[in-house]
């Protein structure tokens, strides 16, 4: 039985290169990922920082960068930059959080290769930002920024914790237009990864997205 229980906690290809961690309780059940690319393996957040994720990822070649999509999927971060030498990448606003920390922060995007940058997508918190990854027909990391609803489609979801809801909303329409549907196929939500229905991403993303009604989003914010 333990056996069993260890193998299903191993992180599960989802793309080419693109591994899902289980969801994390230091972030409130989030679900952190791991691209292989070429010696400079990234983390997208911050997975359980338990043995079975250590052993994991020094047998994949370690980890270059941590990319942390907001506030919120930091969680042991610290741990993990000391244990791997990683860089952290993090929107500038958000960066005093992580104190004492070997951090690179940016404002509206950072170019990390040709293949791959980081982008501000503010709303869900002041530097909540999305990582994209030109592969597999275009991978948005969102965390959750845009997470998947009972349909399985991408939508920004207003929570209590949710910094601004206007600019959540403008930042979606900024996606779909500097994307298009040969440019982004998939996205990878930092959460609410059981609606996906063991499926692992959310894929047709920037139909999806397109199809949103973003009047009718920007109206679904509860009454105080």
Not at 87 to 97: G, K, P, T, V
Not at 166 to 190: A, D, W
Request: proline share 7%; glycine share 8%.
């Amino acid at each position: 039985m333990k056996q069993q229980s260890s193998v299903s906690k191993q992180p599960r290809p989802v793309l080419d290169n693109i591994l899902a961690f289980p969801p994390n309780r230091d972030t409130l059940g989030a679900t952190a990922y791991f691209i292989v690319e070429n010696q400079t393996n990234i983390l997208v957040d911050c997975p359980a920082w338990d043995e079975i994720n250590q052993t994991f990822l020094r047998e994949h070649g370690g980890v270059r960068l941590l990319f942390l999509t907001h506030r919120g999927a930091i969680a042991k971060a610290g741990e993990i930059q000391e244990a791997t030498g990683c860089e952290i990448l993090i929107q500038e606003q958000e960066a005093y959080l992580l104190p004492g920390l070997k951090v690179t922060v940016f404002e509206r995007e950072f170019v990390l290769s040709d293949r791959i940058k980081a982008f501000w997508t503010p709303g869900h918190s002041p530097g909540s930002s999305c990582l994209y990854h030109s592969g597999s027909g275009g991978v948005l990391f969102s965390g959750r920024h845009l997470l998947p609803n009972r349909e399985a489609a991408p939508v920004p979801l207003w929570t209590a914790k949710t910094f601004h809801w206007p600019r959540q909303i403008n930042s979606v329409k900024s996606i779909v237009e500097q994307f298009s549907p040969e440019t982004l196929q998939y996205i990878c939500p930092g959460a609410n990864t059981g609606f996906l229905r063991g499926k692992g991403s959310i894929d047709r993303a920037f139909e999806k997205l397109a199809n949103l009604d973003l009047a009718v989003c920007l109206q679904s914010k509860p009454e105080p």
